[in-house]
């Protein structure tokens, strides 16, 4: 039986997959090689670049009118920018890839070259003697270039270009570089230079840079289809319709989200029982807390600085930021945000993983009673829960948020982390938040019996005057109710304005919104 794919490339006798070549634009792909282009192929983390590449070596050894290599050179990443160690490993590890596709002349030559001619002249050298005794043009498919740093980065970059002129006689063809950025974006410390060198000066035969998108909805559905044809297990439409909303087709997602559910969920382990939206749902919680090592990598990118400059101004939902181009840029290839406009949050599933991780210390911290919360017949006490927020906000804050390294977005934050060792005991929050929104909207899903509740809560920064700022909010939460079909509705309005008195800034009252929803309103 085939499964759902979590790590590492694809292998159609194993696993369901969309096959990798059909993800490519195939036609620019081939134009590129045939005109003796080199480019480049980026795209986030656990999106199918490694299965796409090893698939083009395997159709264009398969015609034969190329010998087409793959290297990894990942491998070099441990040496740094010990340039000898890492040109070193480099080629040893192109001297196996070739090999393992009938070529050995890189096995008898290398290391002589790299003894005679050094670090900074040997794959270039090497490059160039292997193409001339090729019988055929060389297509060189580089994985996992930007694990190199510094000076190692900078010596591969400029042998590669050393070389060009050469083509195809007395070196590749093409060249593909792949990694998670382009190359463009790269920022080379050199310490032998003491410069910062950008990627694409180094590099600067670069003839197009190739990104390689998520899922589609329709290639979602075909590869949860797979497992429904092979096992009898069908997914509801609702449960499809989940999978694509909550991933928004991120291939690592999608695969995660199926294989938890069809493959370690003992009760969906009856393939006669239908996969429902609450299985997916589950299935993304049990993701979260288990911090799989994607969803952790991605998490960790969070404490780089040019990451918060585009992402705290995300989760306060300000108006204002300082973020660069180049920081923009940055952050969509780690894919933490979308590649299209407006500038958001990659996918719900992300979204939920934000917060989270940067208030898990807090969460950890927080010692509260979930059940002094939960009323006797099941039901979540949400006015009880925002007041004692409340007391502890007032008591507790100015301590807390500045342990955030996100403190523009602290208050929304602890409110967050709060909410969340509560709502943990049974039920879940659903956040939307983003650039220019002016706040930030959480939804708690509460399940009581056979019905599910749903409370909105919306944290609003005081900038204009109080009322202005609350005529606003009710509106904003009214709608937000309207859309989420919540019960009830709470406008938390945060007042961070110096000299202001604690007495000024907290109360509790309720108001209408000019549709009639009766909606709490907090001040802190």
Known sequence: MRFFNTSGPVVAADHYCIPPLERLNLADVRRFIRDKRYFVLHAPRQTGKTSALLALRDLLNAEDAYRCVYVNIEGGQAA???????????????????????????????????????????????????????????????????????DSLLSVLRQLRAGYDLRPEGFPQSVVLCGVRDVRDYR????????????????????????LGDFSRDEVIALLNQHTEETGQVFTADALETIWAQTQGQ???????????????????????????????????????????????????????????????????????????????????????????????????????????????AQVGLNEDTAWYVNADGSLDVIKLMAEFQTFFRE??????????YQEAGPQLLLQAFLQRIVNSGGRIEREYGLGRGRTDLLIVWPQGDVTRKVVIECKLLHKSLEQTIAEGLEQTAEYMDRCAAEAGHLVVFDRREGRRWEDKVFHCRRRSNSGVEIEVWGM
């Open 80 to 150: 740094r920018e010990d340039v000898e160690q890492v040109i070193r490993t480099i080629l040893g590890e192109l001297a196996s890839r070739a090999r393992s596709v009938g070529d050995a002349f890189l096995d008898e030559v290398w290391f002589d070259i790299l003894a005679k001619y050094g670090p900074h002249v040997a794959l270039r050298e090497a490059l160039t003697r292997w193409a001339e005794s090729a019988p055929k043009p060389l297509v060189l498919l580089i994985d996992e270039i930007d694990a190199l740093i510094g």
């Open 251 to 361: 291939p690592y997602l999608v695969n995660a989200l199926a294989d938890e559910t069809c493959f370690y969920d003992g009760d969906a382990a009856d393939r006669h029982r239908p996969i429902t939206a609450d299985d997916i749902l589950e299935a993304q919680e049990q993701l979260i807390l288990r911090r799989e090592t994607h969803l952790d990598q991605l998490a960790d990118k969070l404490q780089e600085e040019r990451v918060q400059r585009v992402i705290e101004p995300l989760l306060s939902g300000g108006e204002d930021s300082d973020f660069s181009t180049r920081d923009l840029e940055y952050v969509r290839d780690l894919g933490l945000i979308a590649p299209n406009d407006p500038l958001r949050i990659a996918n719900p599933i992300y979204a939920e993983i934000v917060p989270r991780e940067l208030t898990y210390a």
């Open 188 to 211: 080379i410390q050199s310490t032998a230079e003491n410069a910062l060198i950008a990627g694409g000066s180094a590099f600067n035969i670069r003839a197009r840079s190739l990104r």
């Open 396 to 405: 507790h804050s100015e301590h807390w948020v500045t342990r955030f390294q």
